[in-house]
């Protein structure tokens, strides 16, 4: 069964940093493509940032490009997301997710229910 468990959030100032992680385990995780999304209070939740399987292609959400860096240690199993200049509209309870198939690409998909995801943690940015 995959299980992935995100950790790192929690409190922090406007212009500050945090790094997020994400524990996966339960398959083969350099396998499969892995990415971060969030989700503020009233809002649906968004993408963030997408790493495919050997770490080589990235994409970001225009909101975080030059401001967060996602990144893999295939050896650990993990995912990461540094943030960066944070800002109040950063806060946000931060998912990571990855696919079913092997197959799927980091790049250009559609993540959705189909997909795996974690529990979240939650960041919260003060001004």
């Known amino acids: 069964q995959v299980q992935l468990v995100e950790s790192g959030g929690g409190l922090a100032q406007a212009g500050g940093s945090l790094r997020l992680s994400c524990a996966a385990s339960g398959r083969t995780f350099s396998a499969y493509a892995m990415g971060w999304f969030r989700q503020a209070p009233g809002k649906e939740r968004e993408f963030v940032a997408s790493?495919?399987?050997?770490?080589?292609?990235?994409d970001y959400a225009d909101s975080v490009k030059g401001r967060f860096t996602i990144s893999r240690d295939n050896t650990k199993n993990t995912v990461y997301l540094q943030m960066n200049s944070l800002k109040p509209e950063d806060t946000a309870v931060y998912y990571c997710a990855t696919p079913r198939l092997p197959t799927s690409a980091a790049i250009g998909r559609t993540w959705g229910a189909s997909d795996y995801w974690g529990q979240g943690t939650q960041v919260t940015v003060s001004s």
């Open positions: 790493i495919s399987r050997g770490g080589i292609n990235t």
